[in-house]
């Protein structure tokens, strides 16, 4: 295995891609409907939309859980040998909407638990995770238990855990929603820095414009339920980006543009950030 | 989760319950020695604790023999109910096919009346220690089972997603994931099928026996010694209010987080 | 001793169902036994025991927790009369929900403790078993209240109530004794309470309950406990035999040697509890599981009280008179209780009063 640094980023290509679920005793719910986008290696991407806009069901799609009614993935390594679906899986790295923590392991065991299920004996995956605590800032809690720590620190080690198994594409969904607007800032930050280190592909899904707008090179606004791309604007703000970002007139410019689109979709119903 | 845990219990929470025994022993002891040993006979129907007492010391040899047998057939009972309970909480969970076909079947093994099916287990395999382990694992399999299977299918479906996507194979996900998260519920369900085990031993043993608790409380009744059988029943609560304390042990040495994930949460 | 009835043909049908799966068990109708057949037999078979040679195995179901209704089998096992008889004698643990007349019938037990209504009940219903030989030439039952109650005579039992354990032949029995005593009108409360009768009426929860005078008789003696007795035998109740020792049909034709060593060894062991009581009571607690007994003094004085029952007027242990196996059967029949194995009451002449006992395997005989 690599370190960090040596990972592979991985383009995806996502084409006319549909998907409903069945409801029982009612008409299908239609979640995407001809959704194309691609995402270039080892870039920043965010999926903006509204709640119930499908957003979480193309993660789902794209970590391979579920199978689209319709459309074409391709995921392909900037070697660019393409992924089957087999491979696909193991060359993913997800980090879901909750942190997701098994409470029986400590801060280290949770963050390892990705490497021993990969067949990494429990002493070597320590050792590899062990010096990457004090980076993400989780120093002094190695054997702290998942409710002995903060919210923040919870994502942390749960991103943590599949950082560490250094994979091309990650995809977070709404990883920070659950927290107080202070400790997401730090995240913002903390996060950026991560992705700079690691030189993976990231796809944000997220209904926080002004997250979507600081963390990325792109983002796609998708539209109210049946989900599909509506607009997608490149993001060009100075590097490296930090919190001193928001403060940049361009921001506010990107900010606005964004806000119009989700409103002309019918995506936002009143104008300002949106809460959860 | 209700649960009933161990070692909260302080010293503030032991002595009222203490004094209403004290006070219920004092009480009994006196109705026993001043009403009813001035009825001719009357030592027959409630002997006095301190009589209940000497029956335990002066019988302690038959009454250890007794026991151990009693303790034998129910550890032996309680280690087949947890292989089998645990067993068919898995199928269970493993098939949906297997749940529809197995699940009615195990809540009717629940209704059939042990009072009739005691006695065809003696006729079966004789009057060994076998169909009273069998009595036992009837008894205490299927809070179990039933306790098993709830811990599985109260795993985090977004948790099994994300093990999917680390490449985890079923196998996998079921060590990592849903035996871990199925503990605690796997040892509530353990912890009542111990409070009936000892009980369903003195049943196996009431319906034919040589030697436990069962067998010999039965000959004191027939023998009139009322006091004994009071000195048996003691000895019985002693073993049941044992092992609920040794499941709780147990408990707290595999499952500490779960513990300390509570006393957090009732904080 | 004391047995619900009721459950015994309870069980006596799920026994005839197990018989029926156990082949091995099961008594073709022609293998049936005469008295008279059965007496052939006993005097072409070698009447001598065959001593030597591996022992034959025999099992001994008892009724209930050992008591002096099963001395003669703890003296012949304590004396080593089985084993000088070649025979290797397993006392079976009691079992509380299985009679040994089921063990019997199903070929579980070779022996057992029976009582003269089951014995009815088990060949009314199809069931191969018969009774070998009386342990107690009368019936000991007695309906019992207590003295300081004031009930001292049968009719003021009227209304009162009575503490039963669930056989079916309760209440005609004490309706009989009732009808003895003059009452017109029999009615009494029934309770089934499946605990000491004893215990019942000194708690004053019933007024009346049946005892057997050689166990609960004798402890309410031990205890100061007055008592009031009616005998069954003295007011109107046919006497029969309770208890009785049953054999399996089938085993008795496959094997007469080892039954009639079997009962050889056992009417000594019972001759003996008529001679020597004490020492006969002493063998028994030394023979039963320990703790069995707890104040010695019961079985001694229970064997006091029994020993001139076991062989009374009779010139040897265990002889039963067709007189006395057909007057209760008959009386059974009058009460419209006794249920043939189609659940019909059994007519009096239906039933074959010599097939439900033999004595050709008693000594000498």
Same mark, same amino acid.
């Given at each position: 295995?690599?370190?960090?640094?040596?990972?592979?980023?991985?383009?995806?290509?996502?084409?006319?891609?549909?998907?409903?679920?069945?409801?029982?005793?009612?008409?299908?719910?239609?979640?995407?409907?001809?959704?194309?986008?691609?995402?270039?290696?080892?870039?920043?991407?965010?999926?903006?939309?509204?709640?119930?806009?499908?957003?979480?069901?193309?993660?789902?799609?794209?970590?391979?859980?579920?199978?689209?009614?319709?459309?074409?993935?391709?995921?392909?390594?900037?070697?660019?040998?393409?992924?089957?679906?087999?491979?696909?899986?193991?060359?993913?790295?997800?980090?879901?909407?909750?942190?997701?923590?098994?409470?029986?392991?400590?801060?280290?065991?949770?963050?390892?638990?990705?490497?021993?299920?990969?067949?990494?004996?429990?002493?070597?995956?320590?050792?590899?995770?062990?010096?990457?605590?004090?980076?993400?800032?989780?120093?002094?809690?190695?054997?702290?238990?998942?409710?002995?720590?903060?919210?923040?620190?919870?994502?942390?080690?749960?991103?943590?855990?599949?950082?560490?198994?250094?994979?091309?594409?990650?995809?977070?969904?709404?990883?920070?929603?659950?927290?107080?607007?202070?400790?997401?800032?730090?995240?913002?930050?903390?996060?950026?820095?991560?992705?700079?280190?690691?030189?993976?592909?990231?796809?944000?899904?997220?209904?926080?414009?002004?997250?979507?707008?600081?963390?990325?090179?792109?983002?796609?606004?998708?539209?109210?339920?049946?989900?599909?791309?509506?607009?997608?604007?490149?993001?060009?703000?100075?590097?490296?980006?930090?919190?001193?970002?928001?403060?940049?007139?361009?921001?506010?410019?990107?900010?606005?543009?964004?806000?119009?689109?989700?409103?002309?979709?019918?995506?936002?119903?009143?104008?300002?950030?949106?809460?959860? | 989760?209700?649960?009933?845990?161990?070692?909260?219990?302080?010293?503030?929470?032991?002595?009222?319950?203490?004094?209403?025994?004290?006070?219920?022993?004092?009480?009994?002891?006196?109705?026993?020695?001043?009403?009813?040993?001035?009825?001719?006979?009357?030592?027959?129907?409630?002997?006095?604790?301190?009589?209940?007492?000497?029956?335990?010391?002066?019988?302690?040899?038959?009454? /250890? %023999?007794?026991?151990?047998?009693? #303790?034998?057939? &129910?550890?032996?009972? $309680?280690? =087949? @109910?947890?292989?089998?309970?645990?067993?068919?909480?898995?199928?269970?969970?493993?098939?949906?096919?297997?749940?529809? /076909? %197995?699940?009615?079947?195990?809540? #009717?093994?629940? &209704?059939?009346?042990? $009072?009739? =099916? @005691?006695?065809?287990?003696?006729?079966?395999?004789?009057?060994?220690?076998?169909?009273?382990?069998?009595?036992?694992?009837?008894?205490?399999?299927?809070?179990? #089972?039933?306790?098993?299977?709830?811990?599985?299918?109260?795993?985090?479906?977004?948790?099994?997603?994300?093990?999917?996507?680390?490449?985890?194979?079923?196998?996998?996900?079921?060590?990592?994931?849903?035996?871990?998260?199925?503990?605690?519920?796997?040892?509530?369900?353990?912890?009542?099928?111990?409070?009936?085990?000892?009980?369903?031993?003195?049943?196996?043993?009431?319906?034919?026996?040589?030697?436990?608790?069962?067998?010999?409380?039965?000959?004191?009744?027939?023998?009139?010694?009322?006091?004994?059988?009071?000195?048996?029943?003691?000895?019985?609560?002693?073993?049941?209010?044992?092992?609920?304390?040794?499941?709780?042990?147990?408990?707290?040495?595999?499952?500490?987080?779960?513990?300390?994930?509570?006393?957090?949460?009732?904080? | 001793?004391?047995?619900?009835?009721?459950?015994?043909?309870?069980?006596?049908?799920?026994?005839?169902?197990?018989?029926?799966?156990?082949?091995?068990?099961?008594?073709?109708?022609?293998?049936?036994?005469?008295?008279?057949?059965?007496?052939?037999?006993?005097?072409?078979?070698?009447?001598?025991?065959?001593?030597?040679?591996?022992?034959?195995?025999?099992?001994?179901?008892?009724?209930?927790?050992?008591?002096?209704?099963?001395?003669?089998?703890?003296?012949?096992?304590?004396?080593?009369?089985?084993?000088?008889?070649?025979?290797?004698?397993?006392?079976?643990?009691?079992?509380?929900?299985?009679?040994?007349?089921?063990?019997?019938?199903?070929?579980?037990?070779?022996?057992?403790?029976?009582?003269?209504?089951?014995?009815?009940?088990?060949?009314?219903?199809?069931?191969?078993?018969?009774?070998?030989?009386?342990?107690?030439?009368?019936?000991?039952?007695?309906?019992?209240?207590?003295?300081?109650?004031?009930?001292?005579?049968?009719?003021?039992?009227?209304?009162?109530?009575?503490?039963?354990?669930?056989?079916?032949?309760?209440?005609?029995?004490?309706?009989?004794?009732?009808?003895?005593?003059?009452?017109?009108?029999?009615?009494?409360?029934?309770?089934?309470?499946?605990?000491?009768?004893?215990?019942?009426?000194?708690?004053?929860?019933?007024?009346?309950?049946?005892?057997?005078?050689?166990?609960?008789?004798?402890?309410?003696?031990?205890?100061?406990?007055?008592?009031?007795?009616?005998?069954?035998?003295?007011?109107?109740?046919?006497?029969?035999?309770?208890?009785?020792?049953?054999?399996?049909?089938?085993?008795?034709?496959?094997?007469?040697?080892?039954?009639?060593?079997?009962?050889?060894?056992?009417?000594?062991?019972?001759?003996?509890?008529?001679?020597?009581?004490?020492?006969?009571?002493?063998?028994?607690?030394?023979?039963?599981?320990?703790?069995?007994?707890?104040?010695?003094?019961?079985?001694?004085?229970?064997?006091?009280?029994?020993?001139?029952?076991?062989?009374?007027?009779?010139?040897?242990?265990?002889?039963?008179?067709?007189?006395?196996?057909?007057?209760?059967?008959?009386?059974?029949?009058?009460?419209?209780?006794?249920?043939?194995?189609?659940?019909?009451?059994?007519?009096?002449?239906?039933?074959?009063?010599?097939?439900?006992?033999?004595?050709?395997?008693?000594?000498?005989?």
């Amino acid at each position: 295995m690599k370190s960090i640094g040596e990972i592979v980023p991985i383009a995806v290509q996502v084409q006319h891609l549909s998907k409903s679920f069945p409801v029982e005793g009612g008409t299908p719910i239609h979640a995407l409907t001809d959704l194309t986008l691609r995402v270039e290696a080892g870039s920043f991407v965010s999926i903006l939309g509204p709640s119930g806009s499908g957003k979480s069901t193309l993660l789902g799609i794209l970590a391979g859980l579920d199978m689209p009614d319709s459309g074409q993935v391709s995921l392909t390594e900037s070697g660019s040998r393409s992924l089957t679906s087999e491979l696909r899986s193991p060359a993913i790295g997800y980090m879901p909407q909750h942190d997701l923590l098994l409470p029986w392991r400590s801060a280290l065991d949770n963050a390892t638990v990705g490497l021993e299920v990969a067949g990494l004996p429990r002493a070597e995956a320590r050792k590899r995770v062990l010096p990457l605590f004090t980076d993400f800032g989780l120093g002094g809690f190695t054997t702290s238990y998942p409710n002995e720590l903060s919210g923040g620190m919870r994502q942390r080690v749960s991103f943590l855990r599949s950082a560490v198994l250094e994979r091309g594409l990650m995809l977070l969904d709404e990883p920070f929603g659950a927290l107080d607007a202070l400790t997401r800032a730090s995240m913002h930050e903390w996060l950026l820095a991560s992705a700079e280190r690691m030189g993976s592909t990231f796809i944000l899904v997220t209904h926080d414009v002004e997250e979507a707008v600081l963390l990325s090179d792109k983002v796609y606004v998708l539209s109210p339920r049946p989900g599909t791309v509506v607009a997608s604007v490149d993001i060009v703000l100075p590097a490296p980006r930090s919190l001193a970002t928001l403060e940049d007139p361009r921001f506010a410019a990107y900010r606005r543009r964004l806000l119009d689109v989700l409103r002309s979709t019918g995506g936002l119903v009143t104008t300002g950030r949106p809460h959860r | 989760m209700t649960d009933i845990r161990l070692g909260t219990a302080t010293a503030r929470n032991l002595v009222p319950p203490a004094i209403t025994l004290a006070l219920l022993l004092f009480a009994w002891e006196a109705y026993s020695r001043i009403v009813l040993d001035a009825i001719p006979g009357g030592s027959r129907l409630l002997p006095a604790p301190t009589s209940v007492l000497a029956a335990l010391v002066t019988n302690a040899n038959d009454l /250890a %023999i007794n026991t151990w047998h009693t #303790v034998l057939e &129910t550890m032996l009972g $309680l280690v =087949l @109910a947890l292989a089998v309970g645990f067993g068919f909480a898995v199928i269970i969970d493993l098939s949906p096919m297997m749940r529809r /076909a %197995i699940y009615p079947l195990l809540v #009717v093994s629940q &209704t059939i009346p042990l $009072l009739a =099916l @005691a006695p065809l287990l003696v006729l079966w395999f004789g009057f060994g220690i076998l169909p009273k382990i069998l009595v036992v694992g009837l008894v205490c399999f299927f809070p179990i #089972v039933v306790a098993g299977v709830d811990g599985f299918r109260a795993t985090d479906p977004e948790l099994i997603r994300l093990f999917r996507t680390f490449g985890a194979s079923k196998w996998s996900i079921f060590k990592h994931v849903r035996l871990p998260g199925a503990l605690p519920s796997l040892f509530s369900g353990v912890r009542i099928a111990v409070t009936y085990c000892v009980i369903g031993a003195v049943w196996g043993e009431y319906v034919g026996a040589q030697y436990g608790l069962g067998i010999y409380m039965q000959s004191k009744q027939h023998a009139f010694d009322v006091a004994t059988v009071f000195a048996c029943v003691v000895v019985i609560s002693a073993i049941s209010i044992a092992l609920f304390l040794l499941t709780s042990l147990i408990e707290r040495a595999v499952i500490p987080w779960y513990f300390r994930a509570g006393e957090r949460n009732t904080q | 001793m004391r047995r619900l009835i009721n459950t015994a043909i309870g069980l006596s049908i799920l026994g005839l169902l197990l018989a029926g799966c156990d082949s091995g068990a099961t008594p073709t109708p022609t293998a049936q036994v005469s008295p008279t057949k059965a007496l052939a037999t006993a005097t072409t078979a070698a009447p001598q025991p065959t001593v030597g040679g591996k022992p034959d195995k025999v099992r001994f179901s008892l009724d209930w927790t050992p008591n002096t209704n099963h001395t003669g089998i703890y003296v012949a096992m304590e004396k080593g009369w089985y084993k000088d008889a070649n025979l290797d004698v397993e006392i079976l643990p009691y079992s509380d929900a299985n009679t040994p007349d089921t063990l019997v019938s199903t070929g579980q037990a070779d022996f057992g403790i029976s009582f003269a209504e089951s014995v009815v009940t088990d060949r009314v219903s199809g069931l191969p078993v018969k009774s070998v030989a009386a342990v107690l030439q009368t019936n000991t039952s007695a309906l019992a209240t207590l003295k300081s109650s004031g009930l001292d005579t049968l009719d003021k039992l009227v209304g009162k109530r009575y503490a039963g354990f669930g056989s079916p032949f309760e209440v005609p029995v004490i309706e009989t004794m009732l009808k003895s005593a003059g009452v017109k009108d029999t009615n009494f409360q029934n309770i089934t309470a499946n605990l000491s009768g004893y215990s019942a009426i000194v708690a004053k929860q019933a007024d009346f309950v049946w005892i057997y005078m050689g166990w609960e008789g004798v402890q309410t003696q031990l205890d100061g406990v007055g008592l009031n007795t009616f005998m069954l035998k003295d007011h109107d109740v046919p006497d029969y035999y309770t208890p009785v020792i049953i054999s399996n049909e089938s085993f008795l034709k496959d094997h007469p040697d080892v039954a009639r060593r079997f009962l050889a060894a056992t009417a000594k062991g019972y001759e003996y509890g008529v001679t020597n009581p004490d020492d006969a009571a002493n063998l028994l607690i030394k023979g039963s599981p320990s703790g069995t007994f707890s104040d010695p003094r019961l079985p001694v004085q229970s064997q006091e009280y029994l020993a001139p029952f076991y062989q009374a007027s009779q010139p040897q242990w265990g002889l039963q008179t067709l007189q006395k196996w057909t007057d209760f059967p008959r009386y059974l029949t009058t009460t419209g209780q006794l249920m043939g194995a189609d659940g019909k009451p059994i007519q009096p002449d239906s039933i074959k009063y010599d097939e439900l006992f033999t004595n050709a395997y008693l000594p000498g005989q």
